[in-house]
T-cell receptor, first 113, second 114 residues
Framework: KAGVTQTPRYLIKTRGQQVTLSCSPI?????VSWYQQTPGQGLQFLFE???????NKGNFPGRFSGRQFSNSRSEMNVSTLELGDSALYLC????????????FGPGTRLTVT | DAKTTQPNSMESNEEEPVHLPCNHS???????IHWYRQLPSQGPEYVIH???SNVNNRMASLAIAEDRKSSTLILHRATLRDAAVYYC???????????????FGQGTTLQVKP
């Protein structure tokens, strides 16, 4: 069974631009969560989607948004990029909301210059 | 959200057991204890979880104190491949509004020496 895939793996953007990251969960998984990882803040929860509905949202500004499609694939968007948005963005999928195991993808490394 | 405390780093020799401690003195009665690990240049991976009783799986064992204020992840024979950051995380039981959210601390960086 294929794991969680994230595209692109690496991305370089300039300040003020926007970016869209994509996540394809494991087949059959309906819940997708997003995390941001930086050296200073560690791993921080961004948001969680289940059946196309956002269930939880972390403490991030409104520039960070996401959505989930009917096939469970998810995208996250960051508008008006700032230097501090440079990070590894990780997507995790699980069978259902609150399922015990979350399976993480390899992440998208975003660099903002 | 209840907080966990872990040592910043630990060292182990290859093929020896490793005991990774975690303190969670404010754990609630319905919080599950989860462990994830993150190998270099990879996303985190699930290791094990438990509520009250000790748990074993193919990767590790989880020993939970009787008062549930602490737990220990046990790797029975460390290999070089086990070098990673290990995270101890508390998750509310199923049905809570926060069930999909993992709150990561700084974790314990495990170094395995050959």
């Amino acid at each position: 069974k294929a794991g969680v895939t994230q595209t692109p793996r690496y991305l370089i953007k300039t300040r003020g631009q926007q970016v869209t990251l994509s996540c394809s969960p494991i087949s059959g998984h309906r819940s997708v969560s997003w995390y941001q990882q930086t050296p200073g803040q560690g791993l921080q929860f961004l948001f969680e989607y289940f059946s196309e509905t956002q269930r939880n949202k972390g403490n991030f500004p409104g520039r960070f948004s996401g959505r989930q499609f009917s096939n469970s694939r998810s995208e996250m968007n960051v508008s008006t990029l700032e230097l501090g948005d440079s990070a590894l963005y990780l997507c995790a999928s699980s069978l259902g909301a609150g399922a015990y195991e979350q399976y993480f993808g390899p992440g998208t490394r975003l660099t903002v210059t | 959200d209840a907080k966990t405390t872990q040592p910043n780093s630990m060292e182990s020799n290859e093929e020896e057991p490793v005991h990774l401690p975690c303190n969670h003195s404010t754990i609630s009665g319905t919080d599950y204890i989860h462990w994830y690990r993150q190998l270099p240049s990879q996303g985190p991976e699930y290791v094990i979880h438990g509520l009250t009783s000790n748990v074993n799986n193919r990767m590790a064992s989880l020993a939970i104190a009787e008062d549930r204020k602490s737990s220990t992840l046990i790797l029975h024979r460390a290999t070089l491949r086990d070098a990673a950051v290990y995270y101890c995380i508390l998750r509310p039981r199923l049905g809570s509004s926060n069930t999909g959210k993992l709150i990561f601390g700084q974790g314990t960086t495990l170094q395995v020496k050959p």
